[in-house]
């Protein structure tokens, strides 16, 4: 499906619509639009509760996702652990499927079942969220701030003052005859890697940004160290920086200039693949070529991130630039060209009404 569009996007589980990186957010191995991963709970008349949800506080119910008061609220801690799980014949007593099924997992620290609303995904294995504490000091503790050294968890403090991380280091690895990817036996086999850290990203505690997998708690700037989502977030050279101090350190000067050289260079390359090496998408509004770092993708459309305005004239905005949240649009049935709208303007002029 991603490469009839380029390979840029998956599908969204709720819209089906294609979902970019910088537009996707990842939660049980399921990818979600950032503006469609909202609590799907009903409060009756057809409403939902509609809120705004972020990997670490989602919980999930027979292919729903809740918040965490609704999901409280709705019972559905007590629906997941009546479910009854039933290993398939085929498979066997499998820890993946009881993880999905309801049968639960075992926590490492109690020995008791962990159901998936309790559950807090560390290092391939499910903790209870009483028992996930720093084993030093007993501090409750979540995913992103906790380390691990022989199997015994600590909060990011005591693993310091342990040194533990020097202790990690001198730690010897030797691949295992037979075991496959020296990557994935080094690092558990289980998750994708963390572009900053190169520590295992479960869903629960994942941002995908341009193709790799981040930490949450890692996805900062790589100038002024402020936490960003990936909608806010601009890369040159493999670091990325917030839009802020990507255009006040001249990256998109930088940019360009080094598209320039490469589209200077003699073209021995694939055409297909030259937005990746520089050349530049043509965005749709100005149909002047867009750069990775001032590149918007839209319903299979690519904008210059200044071009990305309402297309209504009395606009309150007055052209400035929306963000995809903001976004609404209508689509030409016979050119299957679309015109964009902020929400405000879209409601107030009843378009598609």
Partial sequence: MSGQFGGGGVNCTICNK??????????????????????????????????????????????????????????????????????KASTGDSGI??????????????????????????????????????VTCTKKITAVNASMYDDIIYCKRCFSDGGFAQKQRSVK??????SGSAVASKFGGGGNLCKICNKTVY???????????????????????????PSDAAA???EIHCRKCFAAGGYNK???????????????????FAKFGGGGDKCVNCKKTVYPAEKLSFEKNIYHIDCFTCSYEGCAKGGKAM??????????????????????????????K
Avoid at 203 to 214: M, P, R, T, V, W
Avoid at 254 to 272: E, F, G, I, L, V
Avoid at 326 to 352: H, M, N, P, V, W
């Fill in 97 to 134: 499927a009881s993880k999905f099924g309801g049968g639960g997992t075992p926590c490492p620290i109690c020995s008791k079942s962990v159901y998936p609303a309790e559950a807090v995904p560390y290092e391939k294995k499910l903790y209870h969220q009483e028992c996930f504490k720093c």
């Fill in 323 to 352: 963000d995809v949240n903001d976004a609404q649009y209508i689509k030409d049935k016979e050119t299957s060209s679309i015109t964009i709208y902020c929400t405000k303007c879209f409601g107030e002029l009843r378009i598609g």
């Fill in 18 to 87: 294609i979902a970019f990186p910088a537009e996707t957010v990842s939660h049980e191995k399921k990818p979600y639009h950032i503006e469609c991963f909202r609590c799907q709970e009903s409060t009756g008349e057809g409403e939902t509760c509609n809120k705004r949800l972020d990997a670490s506080s989602t919980f999930g119910f027979e292919g729903k996702i809740y918040c965490k008061q609704c999901f409280t609220k709705g019972g559905y801690t007590q629906k997941q652990r009546k479910v009854k799980w039933v290993p």
């Fill in 203 to 229: 869903s629960a505690e994942e941002f995908s940004f341009d193709k790799a997998s981040y930490h949450v708690e890692c996805f900062k700037c790589a100038t002024c160290s402020k936490k960003m989502t």
């Fill in 236 to 238: 040159f050279e493999g």
């Fill in 254 to 272: 930088k940019q360009a200039q080094s598209a320039t050289k490469t589209s200077d260079a003699p073209k021995t390359y694939d055409n297909r």
């Fill in 173 to 178: 690895w030797e691949k295992k005859e037979g």
